[in-house]
């Protein structure tokens, strides 16, 4: 069952959010699917599918080999590739999607589920001259999560609207036959004749559409003579009889895969779709096993890249990919993980003592015991065309923070040292300063003190860790300070080192859904977690979430996202660089 554990004001969920990857849409993936493709007939193609396939990708699903496996879209449905079957063949299952959007309970492993809001996507989304607030998959609720009492012989009286059921007598008269006492919905006696007789191929009635999960009601559809269909939701198809039309025409299904792949990833069901869906994918279980390597979420892989990072301090991915390495003798090194080079190109040298640095634009900010400065690639060939000081005096080394900030600013925090270097209490005011993108001054505040983290997020809030483990936000155009997540739920000997915000198709990212941070667990190793200070209605997560993303590490002291989806992470325990990216 999905492991997830709430803790009051500061909540740990072991799930994680991640993407899916694609492959070559409008062709079958493996050939079960065309076995299966073919089962169903010439007719039955046409009905249960619509047509060929969309889209196949490799969605996470925990307990199938690799915790994940090959799906292929089509217009009315989803076909999975399950574990191999006794006899070494691949097995094909159908999708219970409609099952899924009506409740909202989705499947993400053999015994895993995680509860979302139903899918408010209209069933009859395609016909045009409907009015806006259409029926959902959603209104349908209800019914599918309870059971109604056997009406068997009884005439069909309900109607479905968008604000619920209603009793009224329909336009046709349409007696109930069967009563299905598993899922406890009653079956028209005309539908029951109709799968009878339906073109399904090889499959039978419960293989292709499943048992019933509501009532049939009349639906004002748009289809047909008189605009009104009867539409009852099975597990996996939606059947729709519509009165008036010609007779082999009055029974279709709805576009049930393109309704879910909608609802699901929030993108439209198009051969190019598979780029759309890695932000916004269901939660998923991080895989088991053991825990002493590196383990990251399904849909993404690990590689532990092959440049010297012994004496590295801190880490920043520049705007051409390069990622620069700030060494503590001093020096900053340029490396390009996609060069196949493991040699590092010097950029910078002579620091004094340096202890952090970020990119902003095409400007790299150091602090050194100087300060800050700032070294200006505009033409991003690896060597400075100017330098330049933007804070001036050294900062308590434990509490130096650097950030980019929007239009090529800086955030700098740090608690300056007095003129003899005397150390001040550990709970002491640290001090923010915003420098814009010409080295000038924009603001200066103090906030809670301590020695955590920071980020930047892109609206210019500043998100913090203080000495009171809480994750805070600093709002510059008010200077208010506002607690967001309680962060003592990670354990007594837990302590953030790092924070970013970090999505898996290289956007910016938002404070609400996307932060990352690197928390030290002691000497029991370390790992990455993300903060959802916001709730997340589409996962069923409330506010001040803490979710696991990636477990393994020894002791991890800077990470950095790339503007291609790469993750890196610098281990100085294992003088180590690795880079996590999205299956794709």
Known sequence: MLRILLLAVGVVVAVSLMPIQSTQPSTFADPAFTRYFQRTGTQGRALLWGQGP?????????????????????ER??????????????????GLLVREMATGNVQVGYDAFVQVAPAAVPIFSAMPGLPADQVTYANFADDARSHTADRTGAEVDAWMTSSGATEQIGPERVILGRYDPQTGHNVPAITDGWLAAAPLGALSPLEAVGRPISEPYWIDS???????????????????????????????????????????????????????????????????????GLTTPDGFKSERLDVNVTDVVDIAVGPDGRVALLRSGGRVDLYDPRSGSVAAEPFVDHLVNPVALAWS???????????????????????????????????????????????????VLGRPLSPGGTPEAADAARLLRI?????????????????GPMLVAPDGSVWFVGADRQLSSFD????????????????????????LLYRADGTAGATASDILAVVRDGDSGARLVRLLPADQPRLAVPAGAVVEFATGFDRPVAAASGLDGSLYVLDAGRDALYVIRPSR
């Open 54 to 74: 969309i889209v196949s990708i490799v969605e996470p699903f925990t307990g199938a080999p690799g915790n994940r496996r090959l799906v292929e879209y089509f």
């Open 77 to 94: 449905g989803r076909m999975e590739l399950a574990t191999e079957a006794e006899d070494g063949a691949s097995r094909v299952t159908v």
């Open 222 to 292: 748009g289809k047909g003579p008189i605009g009104l269909s009867l539409v009852q939701l099975f597990e996996r198809r939606a059947i729709v009889y519509t009165p008036g039309l010609p007779e082999g025409e009055r029974f279709t299904v709805t576009s049930a895969g393109r309704h879910y792949y909608q609802w699901r990833y929030s993108a439209e069901l198009t051969p190019a779709a598979p780029a759309a869906p890695t932000r916004s994918s269901f939660s998923q279980l991080l895989p088991g096993g053991d825990l002493k």
């Open 361 to 411: 634009g095409t400007s790299l900010y150091i602090a050194d015991d100087r300060g800050v400065y700032r070294y200006e690639d505009a033409r991003l060939d690896g060597r400075p065309n100017q330098s330049s000081p933007v804070v001036s005096g050294a900062m308590s080394r434990p509490t130096v923070a650097l950030g980019a900030g929007p239009e090529a600013s800086v955030v």
């Open 435 to 451: 420098i814009d993108g010409k080295g000038d001054l924009l603001r200066a505040e103090d906030l809670p003190g301590g020695s």
């Open 476 to 499: 510059p155009a008010t200077g208010d300070v506002t607690a967001r997540i309680d962060l003592s739920s990670l354990g007594a000997n837990a302590s953030v080192v790092r924070l």
